[in-house]
T-cell receptor, first 115, second 113 residues
């Protein structure tokens, strides 16, 4: 069985602060993919990034960066210089090769960025 | 533009009533999914379909039914057997390859009258 844990239920930061959202996963499969999605107040889920289990390179995209560590089963997401528009719920998700394309989601972290 | 359309945006159900949530996609995706979102519980899979005329139960299928008669459409019926239907429902689709990101609609918020 797959499991994704996002221990941080809610985080509040002031604009321009850096913030890291934690994601820890469990799976027995050796081939799997991890995703981060953003859910703004409008409700739709917006895809941010995908990482496969064989690629532990960290990635930076503008103010966003992701740190994937298989040794600790973690796939953390950092926003640098946060902005009010970053306020949303962020979900980490996992899919393994033998699961018929079924995503397992974490419970989400609500990020509130204030002025 | 290609995407997923869910309707209605808001829906109210009376006791004992069945209601149907619509999900249409023009992405030519084979697989489609229905998720339920409750506060603090993330997204849970209700039903999914990997091909037309075939669908499987997800983790919380009781009280729900689906059909997949056309590739573009995957409607979800919330039956009267679902005793706690108040939630946010999201539909998603997936193209070729399980490792691709799923595309999501804007969701339908269902409430009990």
């Amino acid at each position: 069985a797959q499991k994704v844990t996002q221990a941080q239920t809610e985080i509040s930061v002031v604009e321009k602060e850096d913030v890291t959202l934690d994601c820890v996963y469990e799976t027995r499969d050796t081939t799997y993919y991890l995703f981060w999605y953003k859910q703004p107040p409008s409700g739709e889920l917006v895809f941010l990034i995908r990482r496969n289990s064989f690629d532990e390179q960290n990635e930076i995209s503008g103010r966003y960066s992701w740190n994937f560590q298989k040794s600790t089963s973690s796939f953390n997401f950092t926003i640098t210089a946060s902005q009010v528009v970053d306020s949303a719920v962020y979900f980490c998700a996992l899919i393994a090769s033998g699961t018929a394309s079924k995503l397992t989601f974490g419970t989400g972290t609500r990020l509130q960025v204030t002025l | 533009d290609g995407g997923i359309t869910q309707s209605p945006k808001y829906l109210f159900r009376k006791e004992g009533q069945n209601v149907t949530l619509s999900c249409e996609q023009n992405l030519n995706h084979d697989a489609m999914y229905w998720y339920r979102q409750d506060p603090g519980q993330g997204l849970r899979l209700i039903y999914y379909s990997q091909i037309v005329n075939d669908f499987q139960k997800g983790d919380i299928a009781e009280g729900y039914s689906v059909s997949r008669e056309k590739k573009e459409s995957f409607p979800l019926t919330v039956t009267s057997a679902q005793k706690n239907p108040t939630a946010f429902y999201l539909c998603a689709s997936l193209g070729t390859g399980y490792n691709q990101p799923q595309h999501f609609g804007d969701g339908t918020r269902l409430s009990i009258l």
